[in-house]
């Protein structure tokens, strides 16, 4: 799934100022699981506007409310009265849901209330980390099924840097395992660690982010 | 269906009480005050932030139920004046009136407000709400012809039949529950009580705080004394009451938690283990700054500066200190008129007053039979109720649904009586053995080839076998088994785990001198004769405190190699755990032969040097670290913590504890319930060894599942948790987060469902769920934010 | 005893055991202006309805659970602990003040406790501190 985070209030509060009327519109997949921006959330973070206004002395009307999914038009249109009513839209959707809402709504303003983070699962309550970078080229078949692009704070393809100290990375030895460390461990337990011999070329990016904005056109599943 | 007399409505009474109700029998409850609870009626609540299970509030529900219950029936202030027991039992008492029947009684205060003289107060501890007569100011017992609270009392709950009023109960057997006295702390005249202001007992101190924050004043500084009666030869009294260093702990800590600035000192002999997760609970009252000082006072006196100065004797010498607030930790002494009821039943009594029935129709019960903490009581008396009625106890009621709850349809859910028990250790014997006798189909799977001793004739006994799935709930749990034959399939409606703990062994040194102490007596015997004495090391307390179960295998040992020639065994503990009259007994005679005892304090270390051990500790009395050498060490695994089987839990669905031993230490889950509806757990897996409480919790076991499975169907009221199909996205935190994992995914309708039978309706998983796609129903964010004082504005 | 001044009475949401302990308190001048909401367990209450209360103008949120390994459901009262600092925290972003969101452990049988807690949130409400 696609993993995000709430904006500190105090951020997502400075971009709604002067506004009258105010939509906050939550997403029911992704970010509902990773408990960043579902129904829950909506109803917290109206609230906490609501609070705030009156504190402040403003008026606004904050009207919530949450659809499957931010990232198909269809279900945009559960939704489409009140984001037409509203002066503007908190999205608490992932950034693809915030930049959808925006398309589809010339002319709306929209503030997201996340920050979007990595494609990541779920490793108990509360705690999810990142699976996937989304290279657009995925080499799970050489290594173990444990990402170097992924794990490997720096992406290397070709064994650990010096930086790994007893399993752990040097960008965060607390908490972040060494990617290749996780790869050795997991090649020697399948008997494949000659597999690793084998030397990488330099990857190629632009299957992935660095080729420019990613675009995917399937002619046999088109309408 | 029988009628049976229980005498004394304390817990014990009212515990066994609500058993034989449950059972289908009609109980009366002769008490001879005006109240119903006995002692527990006087305990404070002794959490902090935090719960310390000193049982006092399962006790009020408990007496809250049984009373309301049309089958049990209490007279209070009632006296019993003659028992004949030839071929029935026929038992005359005496009531002093008026009466209550809280089964008719809608505690609407009516009888309370309409008394012309005030004579009725009402009380109120949790759930349990009770009238106290006070027949001085009575009018009816002033002569006249007043019944006010009858005619006022709109449920009929009042009886009044003269002032006084004589009745003869005949039953087919009684139950001995009169309880106990407090040690009167005056006898020790030298420690002030009833002499010294500010000297208190236990119980005094129990009192004071369920309604105020300090003993005498603010920031004082108490000291408590254990043992006052206890462990006391010269008083007669030479044995272990077992409840006092539970209390006195947990009074220390409510009142240092109720203001910081106390200062407090326990003054103590051996502290008792009396909780699962002890050593935890007494390293937070050492980090609270609780001091704990070894050696009781001998005496008390007014000091100069006008506090109570105690003068302690400190190893060979005597030290004092003074204090603000003295509490005397009394112990349990016979019940008041105890003599009288051993006379009128027949009952024998020990040399410590303890009671005891040869009669085949008479049986006692709780803390007239011997120490026994809230909790011990309320087990012990369901192990009396199964002696009392037979083993097949009647047919058990199934439960009603109260009628303000029928909003909701109620569905009877069928379930299985087959009940699978794993592990065939004492606590898994004992609990199929007690099953097997009340008609249930038992299933009891072992992991290793084991033979048990006891005759386990009609349990279907399958060993070397291992759970290795399971899947449905309370009722019908659907058990893969792999046996030596293959893996079979099983259907349970109840499974017990009796699993033990995993040894972890690591007690041992590669050189051999130190070995475990269950092999210490084998170790010793292979050892060439010496010349010279040699002598014997027995290590406790290690890591964590030692349990009374392995103090009673170290005491064994230590006998047993003692009387041999030329062996002197030293035993080196932190406390001498004794809470049990056998095993204060074998602690006296352990010294009488010799055995050395030497209590440290902090951390022990043992060496294996080749030769021998080293073994080196602070000495308290010393004040210095002091070295021994022995021949050999046996080192108690009960020192050391021991986890039950984690691969096991997960599979069961069962939580933990701090030590990794079955199930969080939580009080409603006594003595053997879990988290997961159905399943049961007991013994050393969940952190009881000691044998006698072991066969106790088994008994206590087999009631819960009897009750739970006797009437074959579980009746459902199903106000259980709604899953909103098309907001739930399987976001799986509910099924995580459910504590009695009541939730399960449904696959045809893709999304999550709570099981009605499992579910508890909480709301946690409503409070948890991201989507808000999960309603308990009745308790709607629109009804909750209902208010009283809303203008319609909202 | 002096008069909570605000509009609204303050709320205490409390769960089945902890509300034993309320319907016992001796003096019952001290519940008057608040208003109980009972739920089955401390560990059903969520920030939103915490917060739904605050803009309905209920001054002050009292939580009652039971204390920590008391609770019926094992860990409800350490869920409500959680909310109830997350919706603290976030009255403190809001800029309307932390505070105003107050939990305590009583047991069924605490209605001492809970008498000492109601005085001490009467203070801090007519002391103008929320
Ligand atoms: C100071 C102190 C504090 C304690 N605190 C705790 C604690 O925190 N937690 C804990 O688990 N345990 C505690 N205990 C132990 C606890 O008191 C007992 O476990 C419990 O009271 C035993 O219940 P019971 O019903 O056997 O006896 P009791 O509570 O003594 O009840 C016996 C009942 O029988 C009645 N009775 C007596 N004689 C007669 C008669 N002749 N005819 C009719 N009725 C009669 C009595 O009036 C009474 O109602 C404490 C003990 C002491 C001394």
């Not at chain 2, 291992?466 to 019908?476: I, P, R, W, Y």
């Not at chain 2, 309708?749 to 946690?764: F, H, N």
């Amino acid at each position: 799934m696609i993993t995000a985070v709430q904006k500190p209030f105090e951020e997502i509060y400075q971009n709604i100022k002067g506004i009258e009327k105010l939509l906050v519109l939550g997403c029911g997949s992704c970010v509902t699981v990773c408990m960043a921006g579902g129904e829950k959330e909506v109803e917290i973070l109206s609230s906490s506007i609501r609070l705030a206004n009156r504190q402040n002395g403003l008026s606004m009307e904050v009207a919530e409310g949450t659809i499957e999914r931010q990232c198909d038009r269809e279900f945009f249109d559960s939704a489409k009265k009140m984001i037409d009513e509203a002066d503007a839209v908190i999205s608490m959707a992932c950034g693809v849901g915030v930049q959808f809402l925006a398309e589809e709504f010339k002319g709306k303003v929209v503030f997201p209330a996340l920050n979007t983070k990595f494609y990541g699962a779920t490793d108990e309550q509360g705690v999810w980390s990142e699976r996937c970078a989304g290279c657009g080229d995925c080499k799970l078949t050489d290594f173990g099924g444990i990402c170097p692009v992924a794990r490997c704070s720096k992406s290397l393809m070709n064994g650990p840097c010096g930086g790994s100290s007893e399993g752990m990375c040097e960008v965060d030895p607390e908490t972040t395992p060494c990617g290749w460390q996780l790869i050795f461990d997991r090649m020697k337990e399948l008997g494949q660690l000659e597999k690793l011999e084998k030397t990488h070329p330099p990857v190629d990016w632009s299957s992935g982010r660095d080729g420019g904005p990613g675009r995917i056109i399937r002619e046999d599943v088109k309408l | 269906m029988s009628k049976f007399l229980i005498v004394g409505a304390g817990i014990s009474g009212i515990s066994a009480a609500e058993i034989l109700a449950r059972k289908g029998h009609y109980v009366e409850i002769i008490e001879s005050t005006g109240a119903i609870g006995g002692k527990v009626n006087g305990y404070a609540c002794k959490a902090t932030d935090s719960c310390s299970r000193c049982g006092v509030c399962i006790a009020n529900t408990s007496l809250a139920g049984a009373i309301r219950n049309s089958r049990i029936r209490t007279r209070t202030s009632a006296t019993i004046n003659k028992v004949i027991n030839n071929h029935s039992l026929d038992v005359w008492i005496e009531q002093k009136n008026p009466q209550i029947d809280y089964s008719k009684c809608s505690f609407c205060d009516s009888c309370v407000n309409s008394c012309p003289v005030g004579c009725i107060t009402k009380t109120t501890r949790g759930e349990f709400t009770q009238y106290i007569f006070d027949h001085e100011k009575c009018l009816l017992h002033k002569g006249k012809a007043c019944s006010q609270c009858l005619e006022n009392c709109p449920s009929g709950a009042v009886e009044i039949n003269g002032a006084v009023s004589d009745m003869k109960i005949s039953a087919a057997a009684a139950l001995i529950a009169i309880g106990h006295e407090n040690y009167d702390a005056r006898n020790k005249v030298r420690l002030g009580y009833g002499r010294l202001e500010n000297v208190f007992t236990g119980s005094d101190v129990e009192e004071i705080l369920s309604h105020q924050d300090y003993l005498y004043r603010s920031g004082e500084d108490v000291a408590f004394i254990q043992c006052v009666g206890s462990r006391d030869p010269e008083a007669g009294r030479n044995f272990c009451s077992s409840v006092c260093c539970s209390y006195a702990l947990r009074l220390a800590r409510v009142l240092k938690y109720r203001n910081k600035d106390t200062k407090i000192t326990i003054y103590y002999i051996d502290i008792q283990n009396f909780d699962k997760t002890f050593t935890a609970f007494r390293n937070e009252l050492e980090g609270m700054g609780i001091d704990f000082v070894r050696g009781i006072p001998f005496s008390v006196e007014r000091g100069r500066t006008g506090k109570l100065k105690v003068l302690v004797p400190d190893g060979g010498a005597v030290s004092s200190a003074e204090h603000d607030a003295l509490v005397l930790s009394t112990g349990i002494a016979p019940a008041r008129n105890s003599d009288r009821i051993a006379d009128l039943f027949h009952l024998d009594s020990d040399e410590s007053g303890f009671l005891s029935s040869p009669e085949k129709n008479i049986f006692v019960t709780g803390t007239c039979s011997k120490p026994l903490s809230i909790l011990d009581s309320m087990t012990a008396a369901g192990e009396a109720v199964r002696f009392i009625s037979g083993c097949g106890y009647g047919e058990a009621e199934i439960p009603e649904i109260t009628p303000h709850e029928t909003a909701f349809e109620v569905r009877d859910i069928p379930l299985r009586r087959d009940v699978l028990v794993i592990g065939a250790g004492p606590a898994g014997i004992c609990t199929a053995s007690a099953l097997k006798l009340m008609g249930y189909p038992v299933t009891l799977i072992d992991k290793n080839n084991i033979k048990p001793e006891e005759d386990l004739a009609g349990v279907d006994f399958i060993t070397g076998s291992e759970l290795v799935s399971l899947d449905g709930s309370v009722g019908n749990f659907i058990a893969d088994i792999k046996t030596p034959r293959g893996i079979m399939n099983f259907n349970f409606g109840v499974i017990v785990a009796a699993t033990g703990t995993e040894n972890n062994g690591n007690t041992v040194s590669k050189k051999g001198n130190i070995v475990s102490l269950d092999r210490l007596g084998e170790a010793v015997s292979a050892r060439k004769r010496r010349r010279e004495a040699s002598a014997v090391a027995i290590v406790l307390d290690l890591e964590i405190d030692e349990t009374r179960a392995s103090t009673e295998t170290a005491l064994k040992t230590a006998l047993e190699i003692q009387e041999r020639e030329r062996y002197q065994v030293f035993i080196f503990c932190k406390d001498m755990r004794v809470a049990s009259p056998e095993l204060e007994r074998l602690y006296q005679s352990s010294r009488d032969s010799g055995v050395t005892i030497i209590k440290y304090s902090g951390r022990l270390s043992v060496e294996d040097d080749g030769s021998g051990v080293i073994i080196e500790f602070d000495d308290p009395y010393l004040n210095r670290r002091v070295v021994v050498q022995c021949i050999i060490a046996g080192i108690s695994p009960g020192g050391i913590p021991q986890k039950a089987d984690p691969a096991l839990m997960k599979l069961l669905g069962i939580t933990g504890d701090c030590y990794g031993q079955i199930q969080e230490n939580n009080v409603h889950l006594f003595p053997a319930g879990t988290n997961r509806p159905g399943v049961f757990a007991l013994g050393s897996c969940r952190g009881e060894h000691f044998g006698p409480q072991i066969l106790l919790d088994a008994g206590a076991a087999a009631r819960s599942i009897d009750e739970l499975i006797a009437p074959g169907i579980i009746k459902v009221e199903l106000s259980n948790v709604v899953v909103d199909q098309d907001k739930c996205i399987l976001c799986l935190t509910c099924i995580r987060s459910c504590p009695s994992r009541a939730m399960i995914i449904n696959s045809e309708k893709g999304c999550a469902q709570s099981i009605a039978e499992v579910c508890q309706k909480c709301g946690i998983c409503v409070g948890e769920c991201p989507a808000k796609a999960i309603v308990l129903p009745g308790y709607e964010d629109t009804k909750i934010l209902e208010s009283a004082d809303d203008a319609g504005n909202y | 005893m002096p008069e909570i001044t605000k509009t609204r009475k303050a709320v205490i949401f409390c769960c089945e055991n902890s509300s034993l302990a309320v319907n016992a308190v001796k003096d019952t001048r001290l519940l008057e202006g608040f208003e109980q909401k009972v739920l089955p367990c401390s560990g059903k209450l969520e920030v939103g309805l915490i917060l739904k209360c605050l803009e309905r103008e209920h001054p002050f949120i009292l939580v009652l659970a039971c204390p920590l390994d008391n609770c019926k459901y094992l860990k409800g009262n350490m869920r409500a602990r959680k909310r109830v600092d997350l919706a603290n925290n976030i009255c403190e972003e809001i800029g309307i003040g932390g505070g105003r969101v107050r939990m305590d452990y009583v047991s069924s049988l605490d209605a001492h406790k809970v008498e000492r807690i109601l005085k001490e949130v009467r203070e801090q409400i007519q002391g103008g501190l929320i």
